[in-house]
């Protein structure tokens, strides 16, 4: 009996550190939840993090603070936020299923056409992208247009992004967008 009470204990005692920090991260995403929420983002204009890949979000996130990607808001409420903590938010986030969306099927049956020839060698079939390329899968349609449209028009940097976007017009945005919403 008493060798399996201590057994237990130590087990338990094992075990406080992962719970402990579990809670830590809870506390952690506190300052992302109101935007980005949990399962999916509070606005269409925000991204979804569910999911995500860490690295991404991580390297995203860097990229607010040295200035490559350009979002007030984010810059600012990125700041303080240490490279630990960004990295123990990033993980959460991963671990998450994200919420589906609903879509217009006849618009997402013209974005799978789109998708499948311009999109899916990077970011795969199922959208889900790899630790440097985006999650594209379950963002919504909105962020999704505003994205290319910001890549476009050359607001928002990256190697291969500007010239994708620039070959697409505003309604296959529209159409391809509405696809990857419901990946």
């Known amino acids: 009996m008493l060798k399996t009470s201590v057994r237990l204990l130590i087990t338990l005692l094992a075990l406080l550190p992962a719970q402990l920090a579990c809670a830590d991260a809870s506390k952690k ?9 949990t399962d999916t983002s509070s606005s269409p204009e925000y991204p979804n993090l569910a999911g995500q890949n860490a690295k991404y979000i991580f390297n995203q996130v860097q990229n607010f603070k040295n200035g490559t ?6 810059t600012m409420m990125v700041e303080a936020v240490s490279d630990d903590d960004i990295k123990i938010i990033s993980a959460e986030y991963a671990k998450i299923t994200p919420k589906k969306n609903r879509t217009d099927a006849k618009l997402a049956a013209k974005g799978k056409l789109i998708y ?3 999109c899916i060698a990077c970011h795969g079939a199922t959208g889900t992208g790899d630790e440097n390329i985006a999650r594209l899968a379950s963002q919504k ?3 999704i247009v505003k994205q290319l449209q910001a890549f476009k028009s050359g607001a928002r940097k990256n190697d291969t992004m500007p010239d994708v976007a620039a070959e697409l017009s505003e309604d296959d945005m529209k159409a391809v967008a509405e696809y990857i919403s419901g990946l």
């Not at 990607?69 to 984010?74: A, E, L, N, Q, V």
């Open 69 to 74: 990607r350009d979002d007030f808001t984010m």
């Open 141 to 143: 349609s909105l962020y």
């Open 29 to 37: 995403m506190q300052v992302c939840l109101g935007c980005h929420g």
């Open 116 to 118: 499948d020839e311009v």
